[in-house]
């Protein structure tokens, strides 16, 4: 069993910043892929950042140079980094970790459950 866990999401004024932080947990053999992913009301989920276990990383359009993904594989906590934040980024973001799970050689998709990110204007 793996778990996802985030932290870090609130209420901030435009312009300003916020970090997120998602630790998975569990029967973890190793973990290929990790992202963030957010939906608002009445749209489509959307990936925002993710990070191989290399260190290659991807962004949405819509976030590139404002948002930075890290990850500490000792830990298995995956980060984002969120400044010079707008009102559209408004959403619920999700964690999600492809883990290679004991003692499978397959990789399975979880996800977390959300923490929720308001943007003032």
């Known amino acids: 069993q793996v778990q996802l866990v985030e932290s870090g999401g609130g209420l901030v004024q435009a312009g300003g910043s916020l970090r997120l932080s998602c630790a998975a947990s569990g029967s973890i053999f190793s973990i290929n892929e990790m992202g963030w992913y957010r939906q608002a009301p009445g749209k489509q989920r959307e990936l925002v950042a993710q990070v191989t276990s290399g260190g290659s990383t991807k962004y949405a359009d819509s976030v590139k140079g404002r948002f930075t993904i890290s990850r500490d594989n000792a830990k298995n906590t995956v980060y984002l980094q969120m400044n010079s934040l707008k009102p559209e980024d408004t959403a619920v973001y999700l964690c999600?970790?492809?883990?290679?799970?004991?003692?499978?050689?397959?990789?399975?998709?979880?996800w977390g459950k959300g923490t929720l990110v308001t943007v003032s204007s």
């Open positions: 999600n970790a492809k883990v290679v799970v004991t003692p499978y050689i397959r990789s399975v998709d979880y």
